[in-house]
């Protein structure tokens, strides 16, 4: 009937036609599947950009919450500080260190990184600036490891420049020798979102300066006993823990890296659920086992229990079953309840429970990988650890040491008194009940 009223009526179907041209002309083009894969990861990125992002909260009301009143303005400057320099030296020097030209070898190419001009949309899967990004905000959790051990009576400059060469070099360089296509990741070491890369190198700077920094005034007497110092808030302790942990989300499920496909869609949710499921079996392991050792729970316990199991699972949080999950966060849990006294039995004054939360859950995370991906070896996991482990301590340990030696890296004892919010900051956090 179409094709008769055509050929009966030529004008009248002309005339029906145009509108009809018209309207396919202004329809919107749909985007390729290849322009859906970009604008999903992108926006991956990005929104795990941003939760990482606000796990720098985290740890500032975490490290605010468990130091002195005396000290919570220092905190909350030193953590704003950190990752404004580490987002500067990332781009200067750092994340061109990590990922350009390192080719199976032990760095990149020193120099600034820059992304194409303002309007350029062919970048590849997903957009640089977005992987820029997300990449640097893992970079500033490393160096907010450092800042909640060493709290107390570090000198803020000295530690400024610490950061400096943690964010700018020593990073970089551990990163890039597995996630950068260095040596390691040619060895087959495998740690998906950084239980070592991030949070071990962290814990390993944190263990050296604390080494040569040595405890806070009062916290061990002549005869080996421990002097509590509680720390000022435990609802300011407890909001940065739920902010770290929602950051999380961010942390591991971006670092699937794609999200452009139905499968990988499904993975950043088994990594989401996954990594939940092992802050809650933190938080639980530490509360029972502190309850059996003291006949009390600890919250500050419970808190870095959730910590020490989301530090665990990182390594690995998409191939474990959930039981597995519940599993590998516990027995973090459980190592951070016992490693914080034994850190004091060598005198190691550890503020905030970092090294035992980084360093050693974050051994712990990479070391079980192979358990739940058997597609990994025992031995390659092992080397990362060891040769990342030995590399950040060692050149940790001559960085804080030539501080030490040059500039000082320690606060007087009278400034230590006083707080640092009054000696260093000049703005107490509770001028009207702050405490010595």
Not at 21 to 46: G, V, Y
Not at 145 to 174: C, D, H, M, N
């Amino acid at each position: 009937a179409g094709a008769l009223a055509a050929f009966a009526f030529p004008a009248l179907a002309q005339d029906a036609a145009a509108p009809a041209a018209e309207a396919a002309a202004a329809a919107p083009e749909f985007a390729s599947a290849s322009e859906t894969a970009f604008i999903f990861n992108t926006l991956l990125f990005l929104m795990g950009g941003f939760l990482v992002m606000w796990m720098a909260a985290g740890f500032a009301m975490l490290e605010a919450g468990l130091v002195r009143s005396k000290n919570v303005s220092m905190q909350c400057l030193k953590n704003i500080a950190l990752y404004s320099t580490a987002g500067i030296m990332f781009w200067v020097i750092g994340y061109s260190l990590m990922y350009t030209n390192v080719n199976g070898g032990y760095f990149g190419t020193p120099v600034p990184y820059s992304w194409p001009a303002a309007g350029t949309a062919n970048e590849g899967d997903y957009s640089v600036a977005s992987d820029w990004f997300f990449q640097m905000v893992f970079c500033a959790t490393t160096a907010s490891i450092v800042s909640g051990t060493l709290a107390e009576r570090i000198k803020l400059w000295p530690f400024l420049i610490f950061t400096v060469i943690l964010t700018g070099v020593l990073y970089p360089i551990t990163g890039s020798w597995q996630w950068g296509g260095g040596w390691l990741s040619e060895a087959g070491f495998s740690d998906f979102a950084g239980s070592t890369l991030v949070h071990s190198v962290g814990g390993w700077a944190a263990l050296a300066g604390a080494l040569l920094l040595g405890a806070r005034k009062g916290k061990y007497t002549a005869d080996g006993k421990v002097i509590p110092m509680p720390g000022s808030s435990m609802p300011l302790a407890t909001l940065g823990t739920f902010i770290l942990w929602l950051g999380w989300f961010g942390f591991n499920g971006a670092s699937q890296l794609a999200m452009g496909s139905n499968g990988d869609a499904s993975d950043i949710s088994r990594i989401f659920a996954n990594t939940n499921l092992a802050a809650c079996g933190g938080v639980i392991a530490a509360m029972i086992v502190t309850q059996i050792l003291y006949k009390k729970v600890d919250v500050t316990m419970a808190l870095n229990g959730a910590l020490a199991g989301l530090v665990s699972i990182t390594a690995e949080p998409l191939m474990p079953s959930p039981l597995t999950a519940i599993i590998i966060g516990a027995i973090g849990g459980i190592i951070v309840v016992f490693a914080v006294p034994m850190l004091d039995k060598f005198k190691i004054d550890d503020v905030v429970g970092a090294i035992p939360v980084h360093l050693l859950a974050g051994i712990w995370g990479t070391l079980i990988v192979p358990f739940s991906n058997p597609d990994m070896s025992y031995g390659t996991q092992i080397l990362g650890i060891v040769s990342i482990g030995v590399f950040t301590f060692v050149l940790s340990g001559v960085i804080w040491f030539i501080l030490k030696s040059t500039v000082g890296i320690r606060a007087s004892e009278e400034q230590e008194m006083m707080g640092m919010d009054m000696a260093e900051v000049g703005v107490e956090a509770y001028p009207e009940f702050t405490k010595v």
